[in-house]
């Protein structure tokens, strides 16, 4: 018979909200940072402004997590907040994408790769045209979106969830580390 692990101390959950906030918050702001540079590079200043919102998500979590440092219970409303507004800007950000499909652009950008000495033998071997491709890829388009728009759902809605749910632990470690001893 299996036996079941004693709940976390709120201590515990405590350091694990922090560590979890560290890394999301970082990588968040890091990853986004990047493709937003990118887009500045390339002159793509829609891009670079989506980037910047992502960017302020990161931004808003480590924000939650330095309250919480601070012994500030608020912080929790941070964290929740970020992964709500990280979702609404991806979110967004995708339903744009699948609508603004453009298959002049895939075109321009396929077709070359298309003829290469790379493609052609690949292309060949599985009985596919240019043309047979260049049909699908709106398929792959979409369906790459709508992958990335459902699994951005799970992942940000989980933890913003889990957030939620260590609300009270969290709380607890925070009063009995701001108690008078």
């Known amino acids: 018979m299996a036996t079941r692990e004693p709940p976390l101390t709120p201590e515990e ?3 694990r909200v922090l560590r979890t906030a560290r890394i999301d918050g970082l990588s ?7 493709f937003t540079l990118w887009s500045l590079a390339d002159r793509d200043w829609t891009e670079a ?17 330095a309250l919480l440092t601070a ?32 298959p002049e ?11 290469s000495g790379f ?11 240019e043309g047979d491709v260049l049909h699908d890829m709106r398929a792959v388009y979409t369906t790459s979106y709508m992958i990335a728009a459902v699994l ?10 889990r957030y939620r749910r260590q609300r009270p632990a969290v709380t607890a470690a925070l009063g009995l580390a701001n108690r008078p001893v």
């Open 13 to 15: 959950t405590l350091r």
């Open 28 to 34: 968040v702001l890091v990853v986004s940072g990047v």
């Open 49 to 65: 402004g989506i980037g910047l919102l992502i960017c302020g998500a990161g931004v808003i979590e480590l924000r939650g997590r």
């Open 71 to 102: 012994g500030q219970t608020r912080g929790v409303d941070w964290l929740i907040g970020s992964q709500v507004w990280l979702l609404a800007v991806a979110q967004s950000y995708f339903l744009w994408r699948l609508q603004s499909y453009d």
């Open 105 to 115: 652009l895939v075109r321009r950008y396929a077709v070359p790769l298309l003829r």
């Open 119 to 129: 493609a052609r033998p690949i292309l060949s071997a599985a009985g596919l045209t």
């Open 152 to 161: 951005f759902f799970i992942f940000q809605g989980s933890l913003a969830l």
